[in-house]
C-alpha cells in the first residue's frame, strides 16, 4: 500500500469520528478580606469549592455568604465575613441604699449617723463581635460583685419603752457601726464612736472599763481593717489609731493595771473566700494617749496553725496575765511566749464544715487560773468519719494535772462557756459558776437555736434560764457575766443579745429577765 493511500485513509477516518464534548464552566466572584477574585468553576460546583479554589481558609467563627453548602450559579458574588471576638471587664459602681431606723438610744426625734454608706463595685465582662473589624455588638458574659454596697444608716430617736435598770460598771455595745456605752443605769446611754465604720471583729473592754479596743473598715487597698483604742474617761472621749490592720480573730488587752498593752494577731487579705490567710502569729504593743504606739513584739511569728490553719487562732490570757492558752480547729493548749512555740493539752478532731470556714472551739480560763473549760468535738467509737461528727461536749482542762474531763455532754458547736468572776455562792463560800448555751437541736448545732445554761465549776446545778421554753432560742454568741452584783442582788447577772436586742438575766431568777433595748441592731456588747 502505497504511503499517500494511507494518509487519505487516516483522513477520512477522522472525518467520521464523533466531537469531544467540553465541560462547562461558571464564574463565582470571591469577595475577602476587602479584594475580590474571578472563580472559574464547573457546573455544579458548590461555595466551598470555589472558597477552596480561592486558597481562602475560613477561621472559627467566619461566615460566608451564601453558605458553603450552596450550589453555584453562574455570576455569583461570594462574601467572606471576617468574625473576631474580644472581651473586656468594666467597673460599675454600686450605689449605696440610705435607710432610716428608729433607735430609743437617742433622744426623741434626734438624728444621727449610725453607719456610713459605702458604694459597691462590680466587674462586667462583656464580649464584642467585630464583622470585617467593625463591631456589630457588645453583650455581657458575666457579672461578679467585688465589693458589696454597705448601706447608710440614719438613726431617728424614740422614747424608750423600757424601765431603767441600775448596773454595775460599764456595758459597751455596737449598735448598727457605731459603738455606745450605759453606765450607772441602762436608761444612761452615750455614744462613745460614732464614725460609722465599726465591723465587730474585734469589741472589747480593758478590765476595769476604762478603754474600748474595737477595729474599724478600712477603705485603703489591701485592707481588711484597723485597730482602735477609745478612752472612755476622756470628755470628749478620745481615739487613738494603733496603726495595726488586718485583725479579724483576736486582739484583746493583756493584763496590765495600766491598760497600755494590747495584743493581737493579724491575717493576709485575699480575694477568695473567706477573704483571709491567717497568720496564726502573736504580737503585743504599748500605746500613750499622746499618740506614740511602740513597735510591735513579735512572741509568734507567723505560721501554719495546724489543720484548717488558714481561718485563724484564737488566745486568751490568764486573768493574772502569767499564762496564754490558744485554741485552733485541732487544738487548745498553752503557748510558750519565750519559745513563741504552741503546746497541745488536748487534740481536738477538727470539724469538717464542708464550707469556706472553720469551726474553733469556745474556751474560757477560771479566776484563779486552775482550769480552762472548753467545748470538745467527739465522735462516737468506731466512728469511720469523726471530722463530721454531729457531737459537742463540754470539757475542762485541769491545768495542774494536765488532764481533761467531760462535764457537759451534747452541748452544740457554739456553746461558748464564760467563767463568772469570783462571787459569794449560797453556801457562802466564794465561788465561780460557769454559763455556756445548750443547743436546742445538739445533733444539728451548727444551724441549731441555743438556750443560756449556768452550772457550777464542777458541772453540777445545771438551770437553763433563757429563753423560756416555746420560745425562739438565741443566735450563738459569746455572753457576758456582770462585773459584780446588781445593786440589791445576791448575784452577779448575764447580758445576752436575743433578737437584736440586749437583755439582762438574773441568775437566780429566771422569771424576771430585763430587756435593756429595743431597736433589733445590737450585735455586739461587753460588760466590765
Known sequence: MSGGFLLLAVFFMSACAPPVATQALITAKVTVDGSTKDINLPVGSTVQQALDEAGIVLEYLDRVEPAPYSLLTDGVEIRVIRVKEDFTVEQEVIPFERKMLQTESLPS????????????????????????????SKFPVRETVVNEAIPEIIMVG??????????????????????????????NREPVVTTGDLDGHIFSLSNDGSRLLFTRRSTEEGQINS?????????????????????????????????????????????????????????????????????????????SGGVYGWWGTNFAYEPSGSRLAYARPDSIGL????????????????????????????????????????????????????????????????????????????????????????????SGEIGYQVAFLQAILPSQSETSRYRLVVMDRDGSNQNILFPQEGEPGLEPQQVAWSPAPLPGKDQNWIAVTYQGNLWLVDTQDVEAPQQITGDGLVSRFNWK
Do not use: C
Not at 434626734?110 to 466587674?123: A, D, H
Not at 424614740?158 to 456605752?181: C, D, K
Not at 472551739?361 to 465522735?379: E, I, L, Y
Open 335 to 426: 503557748v510558750n511566749l519565750e519559745e513563741g512555740k504552741f503546746t497541745p493539752l488536748v487534740d481536738i478532731t477538727p470539724l469538717q464544715t464542708g464550707g469556706d470556714w472553720a469551726w474553733v472551739p469556745g474556751f474560757s480560763w477560771s479566776p484563779d487560773g486552775g482550769n480552762v473549760v472548753f467545748v470538745d468535738h467527739s465522735a462516737p467509737p468506731g466512728s469511720t468519719q469523726p471530722e463530721e461528727s454531729p457531737n459537742f461536749d463540754l470539757g475542762t482542762i485541769l491545768l495542774e494535772s494536765g488532764n481533761s474531763l467531760r462535764m457537759v455532754p451534747q452541748t452544740g458547736m457554739f456553746a461558748y462557756p464564760v467563767f463568772s468572776p469570783p462571787q459569794t455562792l449560797k
Open 109 to 136: 426625734e434626734q438624728t444621727m449617723l449610725s453607719q456610713s454608706g459605702v458604694n459597691g463595685l462590680r466587674e462586667i465582662t462583656y464580649r464584642h463581635v467585630f464583622e470585617d473589624g467593625m463591631e456589630v
Open 227 to 303: 485597730l482602735w483604742v477609745a478612752d472612755l474617761n476622756t470628755d470628749p472621749i478620745e481615739l487613738y489609731d494603733l496603726q495595726v490592720s488586718n485583725v479579724v480573730h483576736f486582739a484583746d488587752w493583756v493584763p496590765d493595771p495600766k491598760n497600755d498593752k494590747v495584743a493581737f494577731s493579724t491575717v493576709e487579705p485575699r480575694s477568695t473566700a473567706p477573704g483571709w490567710q491567717a497568720n496564726n502569729d502573736f504580737n503585743v504593743l504599748n500605746f500613750s494617749p499622746s499618740g506614740w504606739v511602740s513597735r510591735w513584739k513579735v512572741y509568734v511569728d507567723a505560721n
Open 158 to 187: 424614740i422614747q424608750t419603752p423600757f424601765v431603767p435598770v441600775e448596773i454595775p460598771g460599764r456595758i459597751v455595745y455596737l449598735l448598727g457601726s457605731n459603738a455606745w456605752m450605759m453606765e450607772q443605769t441602762t436608761g
